[in-house]
């Protein structure tokens, strides 16, 4: 097990900030959606600019998750839903979260 | 392992048919509407789709039987759709028009395969007095995109006639866009179509985005693919190992 690695460190503190800014993201791009949809209201100027971005966001949350999965030894599944946790309001946090816990009792 | 070559395989193939989706929506056909005939409505609007924006600005002809009760009211709109539109889609532009300024009536249109179609019938400053659409009907007209669609703007922050509108009040699955009957039914006066015909070529900016969007993803299932396969190989050979 690599858990006290520098290159560990780096993985880890790579996938918690981008589970931080891929759920900051979905977050307010959310709120943004039921203010535009289904309050009717205008569309803001940057809003289809802000959901292309996030587009590409979530890739990168998912380079994160698999590249923390390799230094873990997750199982595929395990790997699948915590990328799809970055597809999910607030999810990433508390996916975030357990992976916080689960690191923890490993080192 | 063969499970994993196989989900590798479909979930890259995926990718890069999605890929290949996004790349043909971004390039804009040439437009058929350069004629001046009028095309089969099927053939302009595909159903469970977009709108084509090589049918934008299209001549076609719809008969079916109207949707009582189903109007749609645009407010404070002209007949002239064009002078709608905003010259300077970077700012909310306020244009005073010169009367009339009234109402844009919208009927629901139940086709013959069962889908539906949001019709602008005309424009009136007296919506109360124009009698509901009823019956048996045959329109002519000029199919137009959602006034939510990326490259329409309009001034005066107007109430915008979106497909999503016509879907909510439409009785059967609705095409996407509505048709400009050419001429007003009854007393309404007939409405120039805001978007005209395009004769060229365009790329579609964000979906050439999300092309590359649908290729990354297909690198990032080449990568793991490849792990997963590699541990895949490993832990057998360690098992094999362990056996002799």
């Not at chain 1, 560990?8 to 981008?18: D, L, S």
């Not at chain 2, 009136?124 to 959602?146: F, H, I, M, Y």
């Not at chain 2, 490259?151 to 979106?162: A, E």
Request: glycine share 6%.
């Amino acid at each position: 097990m690599t858990t006290n690695s520098a290159d560990f460190t780096k993985q880890w503190k790579f996938y918690r900030t981008m589970a931080f800014v891929v759920g900051t993201v979905l977050l307010v791009l959310t709120v943004l959606l039921i203010w535009v949809r289904a309050l009717g209201n205008p569309e803001p100027a940057f809003y289809v600019a802000a959901w292309t971005a996030h587009g590409y966001i979530f890739p990168i949350y998912v380079i994160s998750t698999f590249l923390l999965s390799i230094k873990l030894k997750w199982p595929f599944g395990k790997t699948i839903l915590i990328m799809l946790a970055g597809t999910v309001p607030a999810m990433s946090f508390i996916t975030e979260r357990r992976v916080a816990k689960e690191v923890a009792a490993r080192d | 392992m063969i499970g994993i070559h196989f989900l590798g395989f479909l979930a890259l193939a995926s990718c890069l048919a999605l890929a290949a989706w996004q790349w043909d929506r971004a390039h804009m056909a040439q437009s058929p509407t350069s004629s001046q005939e009028s095309v089969p409505f099927e053939k302009l609007s595909p159903l469970r789709d977009f709108l084509p924006l090589s049918s934008v600005g299209a001549k076609t002809k719809v008969s079916g039987i109207w949707q009582p009760g189903e109007r749609i009211l645009l407010p404070e709109r002209i007949p002239n759709g064009p002078s709608l539109v905003n010259p300077n889609p970077d700012k909310i532009v306020f244009k005073e028009f010169v009367a009339p300024i009234g109402f844009w009536v919208v009927d629901i249109l139940e086709l013959a395969d069962g889908s539906s179609v949001g019709v602008v019938r005309g424009f009136t400053t007296d919506p109360k007095s124009t009698p509901a659409a009823v019956g048996r009907a045959e329109v002519s007209g000029v199919l137009q995109p959602s006034e939510d669609a990326p490259d329409v703007h309009l001034v005066n922050k107007l109430q915008l006639l979106t497909t999503n509108m016509i879907t909510s009040k439409a009785k059967t699955i609705a095409h996407d866009g509505y048709l400009v009957a050419n001429a007003g039914d009854g007393d309404l006066t007939p409405v120039v179509p805001i978007v005209a015909p395009s004769h060229k070529s365009k790329l579609h900016v964000r979906n050439v985005i999300y092309t590359f969007n649908w290729l990354i993803f297909g690198l990032i299932v080449l990568a793991m693919w490849r792990q997963i396969a590699r541990d895949e190989l490993e832990s057998t050979t360690l098992l094999e190992n362990r056996r002799n």
